[in-house]
């Protein structure tokens, strides 16, 4: 996210990066979704981004082995939100791979708190040489 702590009432970018960190297999038809996080409302995404029952979705096609990029989504925080309140926003990476690959990743702003707080979460997938990551920042 551009800003932590964050006033209610501002608008929060996200950036998404993404990569396929196999050295062999591809990632075909490859979806990354951005699920509006509660207390916010959609404002604009980046590269075709689609606004679709509560998401953001990409379809990025066929992930090359080392393949990576990013995307960005922009929601608007709800002016009502008090002090200490904490918006958790999550990215989806999946393909249409047999077994299906999965990755995700989250972070945590806070509305107008004394200190920034970060969390991220690398997901490395358990199959031999198959691991797709996303970052949310």
Partial sequence: EAQDPL????????????????????????????????????VSA???????DGAVEWSLGT????????RSVVVA??????????ILAEALLSDAATPQQRARANSVTEIDGLEALEARIDLTLDQTDWAYQVDVT
Avoid: C, E, H, W
Wanted: overall charge positive.
């Fill in 7 to 42: 006033a209610a009432g501002t608008d929060l970018a996200y950036t998404l990066t993404f990569v396929n960190r196999s050295k062999l297999y591809t990632a075909p038809n490859a979806l990354l979704r951005f699920p509006i996080p509660a207390g916010t409302t959609f």
């Fill in 77 to 86: 925080t709800s002016g009502s939100m008090v002090s200490g309140s904490l």
């Fill in 63 to 70: 992930l090359a082995p080392a393949q990576f990029g990013t």
């Fill in 46 to 52: 980046s590269a075709g981004g689609a606004f679709n």
